[in-house]
């Protein structure tokens, strides 16, 4: 069974009575070597997988990781998945909405100390709020490696001062180094999406040069700035830190050798740690 042909597809979908759904927005790899790609960064370890769809990817990864967790929202897939990726004994799937998972527990429970990436082919309309969730989860993931919409990476990968930079942009930085690995044109998918998407990795790494007294102040910081992107710095947090005064927040930002009036998005991770501590 060609997982990656749409002969294959559109039979599954007949044979099930499965109808694509446009609010989880599925769309299936279509091209044999993207879910190999992917797979290379799990090879020989646990993984969580987040949205298996047709099991495509599912399929690659249980070939050469060690165990496959499988996160699905969609329980009309049940039948599909039995069919399509049910032969592997290292594969657990879990019909659960990622979002409500807590991904600490879940890996304490499913892998116990053994070294865990995720891989993901992520719907376009949650991807930022899944790579938060991640990232904040605090488990040191031996790399995330996901596909998300070309724009996304963009800004995933973007460069202080540039319009594509923001809190998403830091968050990852916070955790290790993003980096884009490749593009993949909308016909690699069914049904084609209306634009390209990108495969990024993001790998820990520890800031050693950046100090933070408090990570949480550190977070509030940084979304606050682009919460109100086009205000000064100091109107920013101003609207989210009533208990200082503009003169005080003023002050901080000046003594930590940045103009008055200087906006977040051109204010580096080492940069918002310095601010975050004196604040």
Known sequence: MKLTEISTIKALCSQFGFDFKKKFGQNFIISADIPEKIAKNASGICVIEIGPGFGTLTDELCRVAEKVVSLEIDTSLIPVLEATVGK???????????????????????????E??????????????????????EVKFKNITVMVQKEVAERLCADAGTSEYGAITL???????????????????YPSPKVDSSVITI???????????????????????????RKTLV?????????????????????????EDIRGEKLSLADFAKIANSL
Not at 171 to 189: A, E, M
Not at 204 to 229: G, Q, S
Not at 235 to 259: C, M
């Open 88 to 114: 592997y004994e290292n594969l657990k799937i879990l019909f659960k909405d990622v979002m409500k998972i807590n991904i600490s527990e879940l890996c304490r429970e499913e892998f116990g100390d053994k």
């Open 116 to 137: 865990i990436a995720v891989c993901a082919n992520l719907p376009y309309y949650i991807t930022t709020p899944v790579l938060f969730h991640l990232l904040e989860s």
């Open 171 to 189: 968050t990852c930085q916070r955790y290790g180094k993003v980096k884009k690995l490749f593009d993949v044109p909308k016909y690699c998918f």
């Open 203 to 229: 790998i820990p790494e520890e800031k050693e040069d950046i100090y933070v007294k408090n990570e949480e102040l550190l977070k509030k910081i940084i979304r606050a700035a682009f919460n109100h992107r």
């Open 235 to 259: 109107n920013a947090l101003s609207a989210e830190f009533g208990q200082k005064t503009k003169k005080e927040l003023e002050k901080i930002i000046v003594l930590n050798g940045f103009r």
